[in-house]
């Protein structure tokens, strides 16, 4: 599941609609909808999220919070270490061959130590 389709399912459940009425109102269909909660489609377009922020009443720091989900939710990420130091490239691969072993406290963890390097 990508951070985008975590919020939107919560969204949708919060406020008890279901897949299908939200699909039907967004002019998709269900299976897209779905794929995008799961993490198995990449972001979605400006014009959905613009939709799915009308939908839900959305605005000010909710509505941009959603555009940054979605920007950070494409499943497949390509890193270009080009003219970086090698143990910027190691790095980089090392998260790609063991992002799934990491148990969820550790990457919150990198998350935090991230995001406080911003």
């Known amino acids: 599941m990508t951070p985008f389709g975590a919020r939107l399912r919560a969204l949708r459940e919060a406020r008890g609609v279901t ?12 299976a897209y909808l779905s794929a ?18 009308e939908y839900f009443g959305l605005i000010w720091d ?19 270490t080009s003219g970086l130091s090698p143990r910027a490239t190691e790095l980089a691969n ?17 998350l935090r130590l991230l995001a406080s390097s911003d």
């Open 94 to 110: 090392l998260l790609a061959r063991r992002i799934r072993e990491l148990p969820e406290e550790r990457v919150e963890a990198i």
């Open 19 to 30: 897949l299908t009425e939200l699909a039907a109102a967004l002019h998709v269909s269900p």
């Open 36 to 53: 995008l909660e799961h993490g198995r489609r990449g972001r979605p377009s400006a014009g959905l999220i613009h939709q799915v922020n």
């Open 62 to 80: 909710e509505a941009e919070e959603l555009v940054q989900l979605a920007r950070l939710s494409h499943p497949r990420v390509v890193v270009d």
